[in-house]
Structures are given as C-alpha cells and as structure tokens.
C-alpha cells in the first residue's frame, strides 16, 4: 500500500520567504508527526497531531512555524519568513494508533535550502 | 527526561565480519526503543523495536538488539555483515504517552568488500 508522501521534496526558498510543506500521512492513521533533521544531525521532533487536534508542539523552534491538520489527514507545516538556519530535511511520520509506543512510517522528507 | 547517545558516528567493517552499533538511553520510565535506518535518498526504515517483552529482539535483515537495563543500553547487531546494509542507523527512545521520538545522532556504517 501507499506510504507517507511528502511534497515538494525539494524546495529552495530566499531569505524572508514562506513555504509550505505538505504531508499526505497512510490513511487511517491516527498520529502525526513532523521532526527536523539538519544536516550531519539525528531528527528533531517539532510537533504530534492526534486527528485534527495539534496535541504538542514544544519542539516548534520559533513562532515562524505553524502547523495544521484541520481534516484530520493531510498536515502542513508552514515557515513564514524563512532564515538559513531553516535549512534542513523536515520529515513528516505517522503513526496507526494513538498513544504510544507504536512503530512510526516516516516519509521521504522535504529538503529545505534557504539562500 | 528521554534521550540517546550513538557512541560511534562512523563504524567500517568489512564484508561478511559482525556488525556492532552502540546505543545508550537515558528514561524517566521504563523506555521503548526502535532502531531504524536510513538508506540515501530514501525514508527512515524500522529496523526493530524493545517495548518491555523479551529482552533479546530480532529485527529485519538478520540485525538484532539486547536491551541491558543495568547497562542503559540498547546496542544494534548482525552477525555478517553485506554490502547493502551500508547506511545510516538512528537509535530511538520513545515517549510513552504521544509516542514522541527522541532520535541519537546516527551512526554512518561502512562496509568494506
């Protein structure tokens, strides 16, 4: 079956620009996940989505970023105003169930080049 | 508070030789964790996953991980190595309640013909 999508995979945004990141999750899948992984770097968790509900998002490094799942499927993860330090691979995962711990399905990434 | 130590960032064995992948954990609680990989160019991958069954967990691929409470440890095997399992590998400690992963640092394995 279809995994986790994510698109585009490859953006690159001047400084001060907005993107948006898209992330189509396995359907029927609960949980929702976004880390950061920056270059040479383990991924970072940035914020969960329970359904439509955006339960944490303590690892949001500044209030540039913005997160939204408003169906309950498909989440985007927004940077306003973009900075070179934005630059990474943002990875979007999801999980079957709520909870844990359950096997998370991460997709291809986004690469992020801010120049 | 949850979080991974990769010993190694860089491991190089040659073909056909064993495979040891270091990981220490650091849990508040009783810790579930995951090896997964990560080939070029493609997703994240579960490799194998402790969740406080048998202490000896056999993974994908011919790897397997013993979890060493006393030890803190949750270190990656394979008795032979092949040339395909050349990649990145992320251990993993998972938050109980959202299931929110707590990743290491990685280690890049090398595997020499």
């Known amino acids: 079956g279809a995994g986790v999508s994510q698109s585009p995979r490859y953006k690159v945004a001047k400084r001060g620009q907005d993107v948006a990141l898209r992330c189509d999750p396995i359907?029927?899948?609960?949980?929702l996940f976004w880390y950061q992984q920056a270059l040479g770097q383990g991924p970072e968790f940035l914020t969960y989505?329970?359904?439509?509900?955006?339960?944490?998002k303590s690892g949001l490094p500044s209030d540039r970023f913005f997160a939204e799942r408003p169906e309950g499927s498909v989440s985007t993860l927004k940077i306003q105003r973009t900075q070179q330090e934005d630059s990474a691979v943002y990875l979007c995962?999801?999980?079957?169930?709520?909870?844990?711990?359950?096997?998370?399905?991460f997709g291809p990434g986004t690469r992020l080049t801010v120049t | 508070a949850q979080s991974v130590t990769q010993l190694d960032s860089h491991v190089s064995v040659s073909e056909g030789t064993p495979v040891l992948l270091r990981c220490n954990y650091s849990s508040s609680y009783s810790p579930s964790l995951f090896w997964y990989v990560q080939h070029p160019n493609k997703g994240l991958q579960l490799l194998l996953k402790?969740?406080?069954?048998?202490?000896l967990v056999k993974g994908i691929n011919g790897f397997e991980a013993e979890f060493k409470k006393s030890e803190t440890s949750f270190h990656l095997t394979k008795p032979s190595a092949h040339m395909s399992d050349a990649a990145e590998y992320f251990c993993?400690?998972?938050?109980?309640?959202?299931?929110?992963?707590?990743f290491g640092s990685g280690t890049k394995l090398n595997v020499k013909p």
């Open positions: 359907s029927g899948h609960v949980s």
């Open positions: 989505f329970q359904n439509e509900a955006q339960l944490d």
């Open positions: 402790y969740t406080s069954a048998a202490t």
């Open positions: 993993v400690v998972s938050e109980y309640n959202f299931n929110k992963f707590y």
């Open positions: 995962a999801s999980s079957t169930l709520a909870g844990g711990p359950h096997e998370q399905y």
